[in-house]
C-alpha cells in the first residue's frame, strides 16, 4: 500500500500563485508516476500533470500549459504542483495520484489517491 498526503490548498484571487505537496509512504517502490487531478462537482476528475520517478514530467490539461508545472523531490517522496496565475476556472478540488501504470491519464489507472486539498480562486 501507498499513502499518500496532500498539503497547500486554500483560498487565493486570480493571479496568485499556490503550491501544493503531496508525500508518499509506504510501498512507494511499486509506483511508476505521481500526478494531479482535479475535480469540480458534477464532472469527472481530470488529470492535470503527472511525473515518472525516471523525471519525466507530462501535463495533460491545455488549460494549465505554461502555468502549472510538475516536479519531484524523489528522495523525499514528495510531488509537487506549482501553480501560476491562478484563474477562477482552476478552482477545484486537487487530488495526488499515483499509479503503477505507464498511463496516468485515466482515473481508472490510479490505484492510491490523496485526501484532496480544495483550491479556491476568486476573481
Known amino acids: 500500500q501507498v499513502q499518500l498526503v496532500e498539503s497547500g490548498g486554500g483560498l487565493v484571487q486570480a493571479g496568485d500563485s499556490l503550491r501544493l505537496s503531496c508525500s508518499a509512504s509506504g510501498r512507494t517502490s511499486s509506483v511508476n508516476s505521481m500526478g494531479w487531478f482535479r475535480q469540480v462537482p458534477g464532472k469527472e476528475r481530470e488529470a492535470i500533470a503527472a511525473i515518472a520517478w525516471s523525471g519525466v514530467a507530462l501535463v495533460y490539461v491545455d488549460s494549465v500549459k505554461g502555468r502549472f508545472t510538475v516536479s519531484s523531490d524523489h528522495a523525499r517522496n514528495t510531488v509537487y504542483l506549482q501553480m501560476n496565475s491562478l484563474k477562477p476556472e482552476d478552482t477545484a478540488v486537487y487530488y495526488c495520484?499515483?499509479?503503477?501504470?505507464?498511463?496516468?491519464?485515466?482515473?481508472?489507472?490510479?490505484?492510491?489517491w490523496g485526501q484532496g486539498t480544495q483550491v479556491t480562486v476568486s476573481s
Open positions: 495520484a499515483a499509479t503503477r501504470s505507464s498511463n496516468f491519464t485515466y482515473a481508472g489507472n490510479i490505484q492510491y
